[in-house]
Structure formats: structure tokens, C-alpha cells
């Protein structure tokens, strides 16, 4: 879902492209395959791939079972051996934690929050986040692998696979379709069409 929202999103491609080539430029990525320190490093990487998380939650709905005896949820009475979730991808919506355009793609809501010298807003958005992968001691344990995995496979894709926006129909409007041509220095791929999914009304540097 990462590179759905990479590709159908062309100043977010464009501004990790080039923050990638940048950082391959000046020698803070090993080439073919960077760690995941060095990855670490990218902050509109790490944007990019929390916004698509929360975009496309892979998990929607963590249960627990709650225990024999009846119990009381923010102050519901659940009767016991009920299974209690939460509705993950609502969570991931909300306007209280991500803003007013938390329905749409926007990477650069994590970095905005990044620099707000309270923390509080981040640190909100953060744990809203973590639901994906469980609570306390339910939490996944391979939380921290996967997210390795997902930056060391980015980076090496974004430096091997170039894109380029072949036509846009309606690129002004938040649905649209666009024609894209991948190629490496070794090949190039058919092009395929994808729906256009962004907010026109953001601001991309």
C-alpha cells in the first residue's frame, strides 16, 4: 500500500525521490542496499511510510477477550467472555488526532507535528498509530523488524526504479488518471494506469 500511495501521489514520490537521491549523493546510503540506520535517517521516508499505514491499516479490528466477570469499558458494562475491539482504521480517521484532512495522503502532517516543541501532537498520533500492531503486552513482536524490512525495501526500490508521469487527466481534482512508465537503467516496464488520490489542497515542497 506504501508504494499505491507513493504512486498515485506525485509530489509525495517526487519529494522522496528526491530526498533519497540526495542522500545516495552524498554518501549517507549504501548502495545496493542501505541499512536501516541509514534509513532512519530520511525523515519524509518515515512520513511517508506512517501516512500509508494509516491510510491502509493492515490491521482493522485487534480483539481481546474481556475477563469471566462482567467488566466496564469507558463506563459500558461488558459482560464477560466478550470480545472487545477497537475500530482501528475510525481511530486512523480522526480529525481530533491528524486534522481536518485526516481522509487524505498528506506525509508532511508527521513532519509538521515533528517540529512542534511540545511533542504533544506527535506523540498523539504516534500511539494512535501503534493500534496496528497491538497494545502493552499484546504488541507485536515483530513490530520493529517489519518496519525495517519496509525502509530498507523502499529506499533500495526508489534507488533502482525511476517513474515517470507518462500523461495526467484531471490532475487538478482529487480523482483522476495517470499514465505511468517505470524504468531502470537496465529496462522498462509497461506502463500502467492508476486513479489519482491526494489533497489538492495541501502543500507539497
Excluded at 541509514?38 to 482493522?60: D, F, G, I, N, T
Excluded at 472487545?84 to 508532511?108: H, I, K, M, T
Amino acid at each position: 500500500m506504501v508504494m499505491l500511495c507513493l504512486l498515485t501521489c506525485p509530489p509525495a514520490y517526487m519529494a522522496v525521490q528526491q530526498e533519497i537521491d540526495a542522500a545516495t549523493a552524498s554518501g549517507r546510503l549504501s548502495y545496493p542496499t542501505a541499512t536501516d540506520v541509514e534509513a532512519r535517517a530520511l525523515p519524509y521516508l518515515e512520513a511517508v511510510l506512517c501516512e500509508a499505514m494509516r491510510m491502509h491499516p493492515p490491521s482493522v479490528s485487534p480483539s481481546k477477550l474481556s475477563p469471566v466477570e462482567t467488566d466496564s469499558v469507558c463506563g459500558f458494562s461488558v459482560p464477560g467472555g466478550t470480545q472487545v475491539g477497537a475500530n482501528v482504521p475510525g481511530v486512523l480517521q480522526s480529525e481530533a488526532v491528524y486534522g481536518p484532512d485526516a481522509g487524505c495522503f498528506r506525509p508532511e502532517r508527521w513532519l509538521e507535528a515533528a517540529q512542534e516543541e511540545d511533542g504533544h501532537r506527535l506523540s498523539r498520533m504516534k500511539s494512535s498509530l501503534d493500534l496496528v500492531f497491538g497494545a502493552g503486552k499484546f504488541s507485536c513482536m515483530g513490530k520493529a523488524i517489519a518496519y525495517m524490512e519496509v525502509r530498507k525495501l523502499f529506499v533500495e526500490v526508489r534507488q533502482s526504479i525511476l517513474v515517470q508521469w507518462v500523461s495526467a487527466n484531471n490532475v487538478n481534482s482529487s480523482c483522476g488518471d495517470l499514465t505511468l512508465r517505470l524504468s531502470t537503467a537496465r529496462s522498462r516496464f509497461t506502463s500502467s494506469r492508476l486513479p489519482l488520490w491526494w489533497c489538492t489542497t495541501s502543500t507539497y515542497g
